[in-house]
């Protein structure tokens, strides 16, 4: 959105406001609209989920107690947050104490009265129905005039607003009182469906623990776990929550990820693996080393993503958004020439007529209709982050679903990314000194391959190394003792014109066992080969097997060489592109995005040009920050399963919003039939809008309880269940 811009050299002030009733779409655009004629408004960004506004206000411009005013004028109660955006002024209310609850009860109650005084004394209903319609109506008509003011002047509110005016003009104030009701509801199931979707993100928060035990000095003090800092120590109770994300430095323990992963059994976890923020640990003592501040952690990236995903809407979703304000004015040209051109020009009774006219007014409505895709969007993401399945948005939600190839990496991705050395051949130096100068040319490196190296030479006496580089995808040298050593693939030693005749030879044999080879090489001699595997992860062959049911084709792209590549693609039964360098993934998923929609998974730095050319770019748990940051998915359990989950939260999705525009227009349809044959009226008509709204939500709330199917039993294409890099 845009706003004026600010003067030059002018103080802005930056605002953060809980909008009470912002809870819907309808109400998020009518807001935005409003501040994009504010002077001095700029940067403005709505939350839905949140039901937050922050903007940036140039208060000689437009002080805040006039844009607080202009939002009230909407029907918004504005609440200010602190500046580290937290609430101390919200708190979660039961729908009957909210606003829009109340307006429900008090005219549902006095919907109710008129009736039962109708029964005693018909003039007392007629007041009765007079003074609920009027009740119902006017915080409607308050929002209908602050809209058009703003722009809109065809918002939801406005055809309510004529419709029960209207309705009162032609004497029929029992179905005025009745629509404005009927109205209401579907307002507030609208609040309760986005409240829902909130309380979950509110759970998420929950999760971290308030305290922490922290190591100072041989002592321990409890301090509030949001102070922490990177760095510190911290010690972690058998029973008590993780209170940081880190790594543990002392002890071992089950820990159980699934508040955070989704993980559905504990995880052994020793030195050196990582822990997140709000696991429980089940038995042993940890010392863990703090290695993200609270704002950065797990949880809070979770809850941002979540909190977020409206704003990065799905096509459909923007597709219906840019129906509803075409549709809008349309409906009410098209009442109003109803209502009187059957009179003028073919004698028909004026008040029939403008009876059928109000109750198109109705009848067009397009409250669910935009509320279809919203609702749907925050449920999946929402049901999808309690899996450890994070979305990056609606347009992501959408395009997994619709993928025809799923490309993964393979180290870390379709293994377990941790490599041992099975095999060291030397060639006229020995075993140990092959291994010595290997791993200190690898010192300082975080490669997988490089990790495995060192472990296998833990305890040996490494010398030092010097002028240390990588070339990505080929080899690192360093200098080492003097000399000039590289730790490379075979490809780059064969370029080099290191690879003999009895080298290539073992090499191949080495590779034909499924083994990743490099070389030791001094200049243009190889020194010795280290062989190393990595074993496939334990769900990798089921979850390809899912994802072929699924009507998607796997692919393994690796920068290994071809052989090793061969080996661990035919034990998971899937095609593979090997020796691959990051340009090559690069080139090769553009070559297969001219085939059909392609996601990518990955997760390390190598992966990330292949992560963000793809349509859908997938992190595995675990991976680099750069792979989370390019990706458009992330998994937080380390599984191949998860992306078979994805691709059926999306799927799931996609059907579901398929049967919320089928009810919208639906029972739309139907009515606008029945209403023009003269079957059905004013609160028939309105509660096509109602019902349809509570279908919607409803069946939108469906996707929170989203489990996935077990991987036996995926459901194929037609809906049916069949048994289911550098070197």
Request: net charge neutral.
């Amino acid at each position: 959105m845009t706003a004026p811009a600010p003067a030059s050299g002018t103080a802005l002030t930056r605002l953060d406001y809980f909008v009470e009733g912002m809870d819907c779409p309808t109400c998020v655009r009518k807001i935005e609209g409003a501040l994009e004629r504010t002077p001095g408004a700029a940067n403005a960004s709505t939350n839905l989920t949140k039901q937050s506004l922050t903007l940036t206000l140039d208060e000689s411009q437009t002080p805040r107690a006039a844009l607080e005013k202009t939002l009230r004028s909407l029907g918004h109660e504005p609440r200010l947050l602190n500046g580290d955006g937290s609430d101390s002024v919200h708190t979660p209310r039961p729908w009957y104490a909210t606003q829009q609850g109340r307006l429900v009860l008090t005219s549902g109650t006095l919907l109710v009265l008129a009736f039962l005084f109708g029964l005693v004394e018909p003039a007392l209903a007629t007041w009765g129905y007079l003074a609920a319609t009027l009740l119902g109506t006017w915080p409607l008509a308050k929002k209908a005039w602050a809209a058009g003011r703003a722009g809109d002047p065809f918002s939801i509110n406005t055809l309510v607003s004529l419709a029960a005016v209207g309705a009162l003009l032609i004497g029929e104030g029992a179905e005025a009182a009745v629509v404005v009701f009927f109205f209401a509801i579907g307002e507030l199931l609208e609040g309760i469906a986005v409240g829902r979707a909130r309380s979950g993100i509110q759970a998420l928060a929950a999760l971290a623990p308030k305290t922490a035990l922290v190591l100072k000095k041989g002592k321990i003090f409890e301090v509030p776990a949001d102070t922490l800092k990177v760095g510190q120590f911290v010690q972690v109770q058998p029973g008590g929550r993780v209170p940081a994300d880190g790594t543990i430095l002392e002890g071992q323990s089950s820990l159980d990820d699934s508040p955070v992963t989704g993980e559905s059994v504990p995880v052994f976890k020793t030195v050196g693996d990582a822990v997140y923020a709000g696991s429980i640990n089940t038995d042993g003592v940890l010392k863990v080393r703090v290695d993200t501040d609270a704002s950065d952690n797990t949880i809070a990236r979770i809850i941002h993503l979540v909190e977020q995903a409206e704003s990065n809407k799905a096509p459909v979703a923007r597709f219906i958004d840019r129906f509803s304000r075409v549709y809008t004015p349309i409906v009410v040209l098209i009442a109003g020439l109803t209502a009187v051109l059957p009179p003028l020009l073919a004698g028909g009774s004026w008040s029939e007529w403008l009876y059928k006219g109000i109750s198109l007014l109705l009848i067009g409505c397009p409250c669910a209709l935009v509320l279809s895709v919203p609702a749907a969007i925050t449920s999946a993401v929402s049901a999808g982050a309690r899996r450890g399945l994070l979305i990056k948005g609606g347009a992501a939600l959408e395009a997994i679903g619709s993928v025809k190839t799923i490309a993964f990496d393979k180290t870390g991705t379709l293994t377990q990314g941790k490599p041992q050395v099975t095999d060291i051949v030397p060639f006229g130096i020995g075993v140990g000194e092959v291994l010595r100068q290997a791993a200190a040319v690898e010192q300082g490196s975080s490669h997988p391959l490089a990790k495995a190296i060192l472990g296998h030479a833990q305890g040996l006496a490494l010398p030092a190394a010097e002028d240390a580089r990588a070339l990505p995808g080929q080899a690192v040298l360093a200098t080492v003792d003097g000399r000039t050593l590289a730790v490379g693939s075979p490809r780059y030693a064969q370029a080099q014109g290191a690879m003999t005749a009895e080298v290539e030879a073992k090499a191949q044999l080495l590779e034909g066992q499924g083994k990743t080879v490099v070389a030791l090489m001094d200049g243009a001699r190889v020194l010795g080969l280290l062989a190393l595997r990595d074993e496939p992860r334990a769900d990798a062959r089921e979850a390809v097997a899912a994802l072929k049911a699924l009507g998607i084709r796997p692919l393994m792209l690796t920068g290994d060489n071809a052989r090793t590549g061969q080996a661990i693609g035919e034990s998971l039964g899937l095609d593979v592109q090997a020796e691959l360098l990051p340009a090559d993934k690069l080139r090769v998923i553009e070559e297969l995005k001219r085939q059909g929609s392609v996601a990518m998974v990955g997760d390390g730095i190598n992966d990330a040009p292949a992560l963000a050319a793809s349509d859908v770019g997938i992190a595995m748990g675990g991976g680099t920050d750069v792979a989370l940051e390019t990706a458009d998915a992330a998994l937080l359990r380390a599984e191949v399963g998860g992306v078979v989950e994805l691709v059926q939260l999306s799927r799931a999705t996609l059907t579901n919003i398929k049967q919320n525009v089928i009810f919208a227009v639906g029972l739309k349809a139907i009515f606008l039939v029945t209403t023009l044959l003269g079957i059905t009226g004013l609160w028939p008509a309105i509660l096509s809008d109602t019902g349809a709204t509570a279908l919607v939500t409803a069946n939108a709330l469906r996707l929170l309880h989203f489990r996935g199917q077990r991987m036996g039993q995926v459901a194929s294409p037609a809906g049916r269940l069949r048994p289911a890099t550098r070197r």
